[in-house]
C-alpha cells in the first residue's frame, strides 16, 4: 500500500514539474509583450511617447541585461543608449508619405506602472502640414509568429482622437492630415473643433483613419482570454464536475455578467484596485473552485459561487484597457469590442469542451479524473499564488 501511495506521490510531482518548467508561460497570468503608443499632433511639432515592458527589452536586446538579473536597470540603459535607441527608432517607425522620419529624442527612463517596469522613450518630430498621409509601423516581433505582442496606440489631435490596437500581422496604423472634416472616411468619430465656422471647415487639419479600431479591439479581447491561463484554468476548474446544461449555462451566464460589470467600472476609473491583490485572489479562486470539486458533494448552485469569483476576474481583465488611458469619446466602443471579443472565444472553448466532459463523465474513471485533474489545477493555482504574493 505505501509502495502505490508513494509511486502515486512521485507521479503528481513529476506531473506538477513538468507543466512548470514545459509550459513556463503559464506562471503569469497575462504573459503578454505589451507597449504603448502616444503621438499627439501639434500646431509646431509632433510628439511621440513609446513605452514598452521591460522584460520585452531584455528578451529583444540579448546583452542587455550584463548583470543577468532579468530586471532593466537605469546604468544598463545609459551603457548602451545609443543602440537602443537606434534599434526602438528604426523598429517602431514614423513615415510622412511613404518616407521615414528621423526623430529627436527628448528622454529615455524607466517608468514603474502597478508591479511592473516599463521603458519610456520620448520623441518628437516636425509638425506636419495638410495632405500629408502619416502611417506607423511597429516591427517588433514581427518575425515571431507564436508572439503575443500588442501596441496600444492612441493618437490625439485638434478637435479628436482614436485608439487601436497593432498586433499580430496588422501592425501599421495610417492617418491622412486633412483640412475639411467632409474627407474623413465613414465611421469615424471625431469632435468637432471649437474652432470650426458655420460651414464646417476648419483651420486645423484632422486625421482619417485607414484601420479599424473596433476590429482591433475585438482581436484584442480575443487574444487577451486565449493567453489569460488563470482565467481558462478557472473557466475549466467550473465545468469539470458533472453538471447539468442548464447549471453550465447558469455557470457562463454568471461569469460573463460579473466580469464585464468590473471590466466596465475599472476601465471607466471607477472601480480600482492593486494588480498585486487582483491577481493573487484569482490564483486563490483557482485553488478555491478545485478543493470544492474534490471535498462537496454538491455543486448545484456554483453559479452564485461563479459570479462573485467573476466580478474580481474583470478586474483582471481590464489592466491592458486600464493602461491604454482611452479617450472617453471612443471608450464605449473599445470596451463593448473588447468584451465581445472575450466572450466569442469564451463561449467557443465552453462548446468545445462540454462534449469532451460530457463523454469523460461516462466513464467508469471519472471521478478519479475529476480528483486527479483538480489536484493538478490546485498544484498550479498555489504555484501563481505563491509567485503573486512574494516574487
Keep these: 500500500m505505501f509502495n ?11 506531473i506538477f514539474v513538468f507543466i512548470i518548467y514545459t509550459f513556463p508561460s503559464m506562471a503569469s497570468a497575462h504573459p503578454y509583450s505589451a507597449s504603448f503608443t502616444t503621438i499627439q499632433f501639434l500646431e509646431n511639432e509632433t510628439r511621440f511617447e513609446f513605452s514598452i515592458d521591460a522584460l520585452s527589452i531584455i ?3 540579448e546583452d542587455i541585461d550584463t548583470n543577468e538579473n532579468n530586471v532593466l536597470e537605469m546604468n544598463e540603459i545609459e ?13 517602431v517607425i514614423l513615415d510622412k508619405n511613404n518616407e521615414q522620419q528621423e526623430p529627436e529624442v527628448l528622454d529615455i527612463k524607466i517608468v514603474k506602472k502597478e508591479n511592473k517596469d516599463f521603458l519610456t522613450i ?5 509638425a506636419y502640414q495638410p495632405g500629408d498621409t502619416i502611417t506607423i509601423n511597429d516591427g517588433l516581433y ?11 496606440l492612441t493618437a490625439t489631435y485638434t478637435g479628436g482622437s482614436s485608439q487601436a490596437a497593432l498586433q499580430g500581422d496588422n501592425r501599421s496604423w495610417t492617418i491622412l492630415l486633412s483640412e475639411d472634416q467632409q474627407e474623413q472616411q465613414a465611421g469615424d468619430e471625431t469632435i468637432p473643433d471649437k474652432d470650426s465656422d458655420e460651414t464646417g471647415e476648419t483651420t486645423e487639419p484632422k486625421p482619417t483613419k485607414t484601420s479599424s479600431s473596433w476590429l482591433s479591439f475585438f482581436k484584442l479581447g480575443m487574444s487577451h482570454i486565449l493567453t489569460g491561463y488563470d482565467h481558462l484554468l478557472f473557466l475549466f476548474a467550473l465545468l469539470l464536475r458533472k453538471q ?17 460589470i468590473t471590466l466596465s467600472l475599472a476601465v471607466l476609473g471607477i472601480l480600482d484596485l492593486p494588480s498585486r491583490f487582483v491577481e493573487s485572489f484569482i490564483a486563490l479562486s483557482i485553488i478555491y473552485v478545485a478543493v470544492e470539486n474534490i471535498v462537496k458533494k454538491d455543486v448545484n448552485h456554483r453559479w452564485a459561487l461563479t459570479f462573485v469569483f467573476g466580478l474580481i476576474h474583470g478586474l483582471g481583465f481590464a489592466n491592458i484597457l486600464q493602461e491604454m488611458n482611452l479617450q472617453k469619446s471612443h471608450l464605449a466602443s473599445a470596451l ?5 471579443g472575450i466572450e466569442v472565444v469564451q463561449l467557443v472553448i465552453v462548446l468545445l469542451l462540454l462534449p469532451i466532459l460530457a463523454y469523460m463523465h461516462k466513464l467508469a474513471v471519472s471521478q478519479k479524473l475529476i480528483k486527479y485533474g483538480s ?3 490546485i498544484l498550479l493555482g498555489a504555484y501563481w499564488l505563491f509567485e503573486r504574493l512574494f516574487l
Design 4 to 14: 502505490k501511495r508513494g509511486s502515486k506521490l512521485k507521479l503528481y510531482f513529476v
Design 59 to 61: 528578451e529583444l536586446q
Design 79 to 91: 551603457d548602451d543608449q545609443d543602440h537602443l535607441v537606434e534599434f526602438l527608432t528604426h523598429t
Design 122 to 126: 520620448s520623441l518628437t518630430y516636425p
Design 142 to 152: 514581427f518575425n515571431d509568429t507564436d508572439t503575443n505582442y500588442v501596441n496600444l
Design 244 to 260: 447539468t446544461f442548464r447549471q453550465y449555462a447558469m455557470i457562463i451566464t454568471s461569469f460573463t455578467i460579473a466580469h464585464s
Design 336 to 340: 463593448v469590442s473588447f468584451n465581445i
Design 375 to 377: 489536484m493538478a489545477i
